[in-house]
């Protein structure tokens, strides 16, 4: 079947990305209609990304100096995780997202994590051997400038910017290719005898049908759990964070109007510091601070993590107001049913820690697009397409578990909790088993690659920032430390050659 119309349900970034990338793709084969309602708004919150932000945007040749002002965006190189681990030497450790320009120094970092796990007192802490941590422990930009004056990306990155402004800007972008906007509230959702979505009906301008549906609607779901009935698959099991607590502050000083560059002059790092029943992010955008307190309702209720929230932020919060947002991690049993496929919040949701919710959103819709073109709307598109989303959204599972499973706080019984967790994928544990025994974790990765979202600089990042290590038990030659002080020096060195940023 050649597919004439589609119908996206719901305007937040799900709704709007998806807009984009199919009018892209379509534009003048592929009647596209959004309808969304203003009255519900949106979720709201969601301000980093990671790298493959840049393709989304470069897929739609949309620079970044178009959008990224009009988004209050930064740059980001990475995540800093303090707080995470009571071991000594490991309080807190950078994720970057490297480059083929840290080959020399991943190498050298696996080398010494290895040594460590075999008993040598190394500290492989990933900050020492990435040119992004340096960056960002810098304030500095992905950019460096070469001797010719030129300016060259340094390291991967991705962004942080003001999740409503990204839609504003989308919506408008979307128009622009065509796409047709209706501001109306979908009242019900009305099927085909088959089994499959015909219409749905708008409170002010009737029925409006399509031959496909996209489901953005966020949290309610209403196309893909409500009309349809697809089971959803909870993992509070393994990710018990359910809710969060979101902060803006202010900066300390107005500095978007000291910059003439604004987007290349704020810190290049997302914060996720470790908290009692949870951690706290802390995202820069060039005209405020985004904050907020991911947490366990079982063990802290809203109005005691708030006042965490305030007190760690001080009186720079004070002029805002906090939004309190309740979830159930987990996703949907199949994310294509009958002529319909759910993108964003309504295919489910796993915590910000590793900003991984746009991903999944341009992954769905891409992945999408590109089996219709290849198989059309076939029972092997379809089973391709939901066997690949749901291997992304299992994999980052696992990554984000791992954080919990390795974190050694024990101030709460939260942490004890999350630490002691048994119930985790055959992958995680397989991974975990071979990290902590002397087994070839190389080996393991190679083996679960199939299985695996996160590239193995990530998973030694997590292991060894966390000071996933027994104490050590011999001696390493001072030699051996050397290598790790070049490293940091030429990455100190290097990331002095990057465009100047003004630290948080
Ligand atoms: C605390 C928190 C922090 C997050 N941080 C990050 C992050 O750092 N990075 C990241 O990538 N992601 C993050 N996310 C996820 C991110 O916010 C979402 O994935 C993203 O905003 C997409 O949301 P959405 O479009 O699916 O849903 P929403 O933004 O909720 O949009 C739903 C849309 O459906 C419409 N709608 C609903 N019902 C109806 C109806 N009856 N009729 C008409 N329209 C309707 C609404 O009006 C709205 O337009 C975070 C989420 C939370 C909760």
């Given at each position: 079947?050649?597919?004439?119309?589609?119908?996206?349900?719901?305007?937040?970034?799900?709704?709007?990305?998806?807009a984009c990338l199919m009018a892209q793709q379509w534009r003048g084969d592929i009647a596209i209609t959004l309808v969304e309602s203003s009255a519900i708004g949106t979720v709201g919150v969601g301000e980093g990304s990671t790298p493959f932000l840049r393709d989304f945007f470069q897929t739609l040749n949309i620079p970044e100096d178009e959008w990224m002002p009009a988004c209050n965006a930064t740059y980001k190189c990475g995540i800093r995780f303090?707080?995470?681990?009571?071991?000594?030497?490991?309080?807190?450790?950078?994720?970057?997202?490297?480059?083929?320009?840290?080959?020399?120094?991943?190498?050298?970092?696996?080398?010494?994590?290895?040594?460590?796990?075999?008993?040598?007192?190394?500290?492989?802490?990933?900050?020492?051997?990435?040119?992004?941590?340096?960056?960002?422990?810098?304030?500095?930009?992905?950019?460096?400038?070469?001797?010719?004056?030129?300016?060259?990306?340094?390291?991967?990155?991705?962004?942080?910017?003001?999740?409503?402004?990204?839609?504003?800007?989308?919506?408008?972008?979307?128009?622009?290719?065509?796409?047709?906007?209706?501001?109306?509230?979908?009242?019900?959702?009305?099927?085909?005898?088959?089994?499959?979505?015909?219409?749905?009906?708008?409170?002010?301008?009737?029925?409006?049908?399509?031959?496909?549906?996209?489901?953005?609607?966020?949290?309610?779901?209403?196309?893909?759990?409500?009309?349809?009935?697809?089971?959803?698959?909870?993992?509070?099991?393994?990710?018990?964070?359910?809710?969060?607590?979101?902060?803006?502050?202010?900066?300390?000083?107005?500095?978007?109007?000291?910059?003439?560059?604004?987007?290349?002059?704020?810190?290049?790092?997302?914060?996720?510091?470790?908290?009692?029943?949870?951690?706290?992010?802390?995202?820069?955008?060039?005209?405020?601070?985004?904050?907020?307190?991911?947490?366990?309702?079982?063990?802290?209720?809203?109005?005691?993590?708030?006042?965490?929230?305030?007190?760690?932020?001080?009186?720079?919060?004070?002029?805002?107001?906090?939004?309190?947002?309740?979830?159930?991690?987990?996703?949907?049993?199949?994310?294509?049913?009958?002529?319909?496929?759910?993108?964003?919040?309504?295919?489910?949701?796993?915590?910000?820690?590793?900003?991984?919710?746009?991903?999944?959103?341009?992954?769905?819709?891409?992945r999408f697009v590109e089996l219709y073109q290849s198989d059309g709307l076939s029972g092997r598109a379809q089973q391709r397409f939901n066997q690949s989303v749901n291997q992304l959204i299992d994999g980052n599972i696992d990554y984000l578990q791992a954080h919990y499973l390795v974190s050694s706080r024990t101030d709460t019984a939260y942490w004890k909790t999350v630490q002691n967790n048994q119930v985790m994928s055959p992958e995680l544990a397989?991974?975990?088993?071979?990290?902590?025994?002397?087994?070839?974790?190389?080996?393991?990765?190679?083996?679960?690659?199939?299985?695996?979202?996160?590239?193995?600089?990530?998973?030694?990042?997590?292991?060894?920032?966390?000071?996933?290590?027994?104490?050590?038990?011999?001696?390493?030659?001072?030699?051996?430390?050397?290598?790790?002080?070049?490293?940091?020096?030429?990455?100190?060195?290097?990331?002095?050659?990057?465009?100047?940023?003004?630290?948080?």
């Amino acid at each position: 079947m050649q597919l004439k119309k589609i119908v996206i349900v719901g305007g937040g970034a799900a709704g709007w990305m998806s807009a984009c990338l199919m009018a892209q793709q379509w534009r003048g084969d592929i009647a596209i209609t959004l309808v969304e309602s203003s009255a519900i708004g949106t979720v709201g919150v969601g301000e980093g990304s990671t790298p493959f932000l840049r393709d989304f945007f470069q897929t739609l040749n949309i620079p970044e100096d178009e959008w990224m002002p009009a988004c209050n965006a930064t740059y980001k190189c990475g995540i800093r995780f303090p707080g995470w681990s009571s071991r000594e030497d490991f309080a807190s450790y950078f994720h970057p997202f490297n480059t083929e320009l840290d080959q020399s120094g991943a190498i050298q970092f696996f080398k010494d994590c290895y040594a460590r796990r075999m008993g040598y007192d190394l500290t492989p802490v990933p900050d020492d051997y990435f040119a992004a941590s340096a960056i960002a422990k810098m304030g500095r930009a992905p950019f460096a400038r070469m001797s010719d004056g030129s300016v060259q990306v340094a390291t991967d990155y991705g962004y942080h910017f003001d999740s409503h402004l990204l839609g504003e800007f989308l919506k408008q972008h979307a128009k622009r290719l065509g796409v047709v906007h209706i501001d109306d509230k979908v009242v019900d959702v009305k099927c085909t005898e088959a089994g499959g979505i015909d219409s749905v009906q708008l409170a002010q301008s009737g029925r409006l049908a399509g031959d496909f549906f996209v489901d953005c609607t966020g949290f309610k779901s209403l196309l893909m759990r409500e009309a349809l009935a697809v089971p959803f698959i909870s993992c509070q099991d393994r990710l018990s964070n359910n809710a969060a607590v979101a902060l803006p502050a202010r900066y300390a000083e107005d500095k978007a109007q000291k910059s003439a560059q604004p987007q290349a002059r704020f810190p290049t790092e997302t914060i996720a510091q470790a908290m009692p029943y949870g951690w706290m992010w802390r995202i820069p955008l060039t005209q405020r601070w985004g904050n907020g307190y991911v947490f366990d309702r079982n063990y802290a209720d809203f109005d005691q993590i708030e006042a965490q929230l305030r007190e760690q932020l001080g009186s720079a919060c004070d002029d805002f107001s906090a939004r309190r947002i309740m979830w159930e991690p987990g996703r949907l049993q199949h994310h294509w049913e009958k002529n319909c496929i759910a993108i964003g919040l309504s295919q489910g949701f796993l915590e910000p820690l590793e900003a991984p919710m746009l991903r999944i959103i341009q992954f769905t819709c891409e992945r999408f697009v590109e089996l219709y073109q290849s198989d059309g709307l076939s029972g092997r598109a379809q089973q391709r397409f939901n066997q690949s989303v749901n291997q992304l959204i299992d994999g980052n599972i696992d990554y984000l578990q791992a954080h919990y499973l390795v974190s050694s706080r024990t101030d709460t019984a939260y942490w004890k909790t999350v630490q002691n967790n048994q119930v985790m994928s055959p992958e995680l544990a397989r991974l975990l088993r071979a990290w902590r025994s002397k087994e070839s974790f190389d080996s393991v990765l190679s083996e679960l690659s199939d299985a695996l979202v996160y590239h193995k600089t990530s998973w030694y990042c997590l292991l060894a920032g966390k000071g996933e290590f027994n104490l050590p038990t011999k001696q390493a030659p001072a030699s051996a430390h050397a290598p790790k002080q070049r490293l940091k020096e030429y990455n100190a060195k290097g990331a002095q050659n990057c465009l100047l940023t003004e630290g948080g």
